[in-house]
């Protein structure tokens, strides 16, 4: 087999290599992948990025892929599950990404077939590159030789692996809120971020929960396109994925505490503003009053033609709300 760049023949082919107990013989084309699945120690791993219509097509022709998979790969709108058709497995994972501008999660899908001897995945949307992945396969010849299903083991690793920097900055979202929350009290804004992260949340365990039965279908023996020796290392994944999922457990029920917190922060809020307008109302009730009486233009009035019966009444009426006042303050209301 001739070694080549596959990458600059046709556009959607990320990567297309073969390998033979556990090491990398090379880039193939399309056209050699027959020759390379005829070898029993041997495997070909090709890798897809929003393939068209027509090079999906010709690669469920060379590895003979089932056609209810292959419209799924092509539509790209599936949940995260497994699927046996006959002698291979069928895989859809959804990638996570953090995008710092929006300040919230990407989502991309990756769905892999994975046959005794090929692994087939086709990427699409915010997903990075599975370089990182193969070349970390590459540098462990001895567990690679185990064939595809430690091919999708790595893969699945390194998209649930992804998932933690997500979960860590959903993480410090949720303490900022906390923090403004408590600091400068409760609003419309705050109830609004609650519930967009919230659902936020929801997006993300949508993406996690189900690879959880997928890992424990993988680790489980009725599935034999896998080998005893790579079940562990899905129980790895699995590890992981039971671990994000009681992180997203806790941060929704804390969301939920926070909400009934601001909530409860907006009624005390209120209610002190209610306080202070019941007590400054209390005190203009004093001079509205004593002033109501004195303009009623009643004419016997003796402290009407008394010299010191105008300071008096308004000396009275300060005093008194003055009193008033310090008794509301001390008392709270103020």
Same mark, same amino acid.
């Given at each position: 087999?001739?070694?080549? =760049?596959?990458?600059?023949?046709?556009?959607?082919?990320?990567?297309?290599?073969? !390998?033979?107990?556990?090491?990398?013989?090379?880039d193939i084309t399309l056209d050699e992948i027959p020759y390379a699945l005829? #070898?029993? +120690?041997?495997?070909? /791993?090709?890798? @897809?990025?929003?393939?068209?219509?027509?090079?999906?097509?010709?690669?469920? *022709?060379?590895?003979?892929?089932? +056609?209810?998979?292959?419209?799924?790969? %092509?539509?790209?709108?599936? #949940?995260?599950?497994?699927?046996? !058709?006959?002698?291979?497995?069928?895989?859809?994972?959804?990638?996570?990404? /953090?995008?710092?501008?929006?300040?919230?999660?990407?989502?991309?899908?990756?769905?892999?077939?994975?046959?005794?001897?090929?692994?087939?995945?086709?990427?699409?949307? =915010?997903?990075?590159?599975?370089?990182?992945?193969?070349?970390?396969?590459?540098?462990?010849?001895?567990?690679?030789?185990?064939?595809?299903?430690?091919?999708?083991?790595?893969?699945?690793?390194?998209?649930?692996?992804?998932?933690?920097?997500?979960?860590?900055? !959903?993480?410090?979202?949720?303490?900022?809120?906390?923090?403004?929350?408590?600091?400068?009290?409760?609003?419309? +804004?705050?109830?609004?971020?609650?519930?967009?992260?919230?659902?936020?949340?929801?997006?993300?365990?949508?993406?996690?929960?189900? @690879?959880?039965?997928?890992?424990?279908?993988?680790?489980?023996?009725?599935?034999? %396109?896998?080998?005893?020796?790579?079940?562990?290392?899905?129980?790895?994944?699995?590890?992981?994925?039971? #671990?994000?999922? +009681?992180?997203?457990?806790?941060? #929704?029920?804390?969301?939920?505490?926070?909400?009934?917190?601001?909530? *409860? @922060?907006?009624?005390?809020?209120?209610?002190?503003?209610?306080?202070?307008?019941?007590? /400054?109302?209390?005190?203009? *009730?004093?001079?509205?009053?004593?002033?109501?009486?004195?303009?009623?233009?009643?004419?016997?009035?003796?402290?009407? %033609? /008394?010299?010191?019966?105008?300071?008096?009444?308004?000396?009275?009426?300060?005093?008194?709300c003055g009193w008033l006042y310090r008794r509301l303050r001390r008392s709270?209301?103020?």
């Amino acid at each position: 087999m001739k070694n080549m =760049a596959p990458t600059e023949e046709r556009v959607g082919i990320v990567v297309c290599a073969a !390998y033979a107990e556990g090491r990398r013989i090379g880039d193939i084309t399309l056209d050699e992948i027959p020759y390379a699945l005829q #070898r029993e +120690d041997s495997f070909v /791993w090709l890798g @897809l990025y929003e393939p068209d219509e027509a090079l999906l097509a010709e690669v469920q *022709a060379r590895f003979g892929l089932h +056609d209810l998979a292959v419209e799924d790969a %092509h539509k790209a709108h599936q #949940r995260p599950k497994m699927e046996i !058709y006959g002698d291979s497995l069928f895989v859809v994972l959804r990638t996570a990404r /953090w995008d710092e501008s929006a300040e919230t999660a990407v989502y991309g899908e990756t769905h892999v077939f994975v046959g005794r001897n090929y692994l087939v995945s086709v990427r699409h949307g =915010a997903s990075q590159t599975y370089r990182p992945a193969r070349l970390g396969c590459e540098r462990q010849p001895q567990l690679l030789a185990h064939g595809p299903s430690f091919a999708l083991y790595t893969l699945m690793d390194f998209v649930v692996d992804n998932y933690f920097p997500v979960l860590s900055d !959903y993480e410090d979202r949720l303490d900022d809120l906390e923090t403004d929350i408590f600091a400068g009290g409760a609003d419309r +804004d705050s109830t609004q971020e609650i519930y967009e992260l919230k659902r936020e949340l929801v997006t993300f365990r949508r993406a996690v929960l189900p @690879l959880i039965d997928v890992c424990t279908d993988l680790i489980s023996l009725r599935v034999t %396109h896998v080998p005893d020796a790579v079940r562990p290392y899905f129980r790895d994944v699995l590890d992981h994925l039971k #671990r994000i999922n +009681d992180t997203l457990d806790t941060m #929704r029920e804390m969301l939920a505490t926070v909400l009934q917190v601001s909530l *409860a @922060l907006a009624s005390v809020r209120q209610n002190e503003v209610t306080k202070a307008l019941a007590g /400054w109302a209390a005190i203009l *009730a004093v001079p509205t009053v004593i002033f109501g009486l004195y303009g009623m233009n009643f004419e016997r009035m003796p402290e009407l %033609h /008394w010299p010191f019966g105008y300071p008096l009444v308004v000396g009275a009426t300060f005093a008194a709300c003055g009193w008033l006042y310090r008794r509301l303050r001390r008392s709270g209301w103020l």
